[in-house]
């Protein structure tokens, strides 16, 4: 699957994407039950389009600025009317093999509204 291929809601999604940027990790409790974790922004994407992926707890420390990664069954929601990836307890991120040249970052549906 291609990155600009992604809308909103979406479920088992399998891409391979390069890390272009990340955040700085930021503390949030959660309401549930009160828990503490850590969570950053990455922005991530192929040659077609770039995307927000939201990074929990130790998923920060495996992203790292210019490497290729393949994420599996992942999901897509809105925040804020924003669309982000996210990998969820049941997906995985890996390093990937293969190589992403270039990112287009013209085309970043998290600054696109739905």
């Known amino acids: 699957m291609k990155v600009e291929s992604l809308r909103p809601f979406q479920k088992k ?3 391979a994407v390069k890390a272009v940027s990340i955040t700085e990790p930021r503390g949030v409790t959660l309401r549930l039950d ?3 974790h850590r969570v950053a922004e990455a922005l ?11 990074l929990w707890d130790d998923d920060i420390d495996k992203v790292l600025v210019g490497e290729t990664y393949e ?9 804020k ?3 982000r990836l996210n990998i969820g307890r049941y997906g995985m991120l890996k ?20």
Not at 71 to 79: D, G, K, S, V, Y
Not at 99 to 110: A, H, M
């Open 13 to 15: 999604i399998n891409v």
């Open 34 to 36: 009160g828990s503490q």
């Open 44 to 54: 991530v994407g192929d040659e077609t389009a770039c995307v927000l992926l939201t």
């Open 71 to 79: 994420i599996e069954n992942a999901f897509t929601t809105l925040f």
């Open 81 to 83: 009317n924003s669309m």
């Open 95 to 114: 390093k990937s093999s293969q190589s992403i040249e270039t990112v287009n970052t013209s085309n970043n549906l998290s600054e696109k509204e739905f």
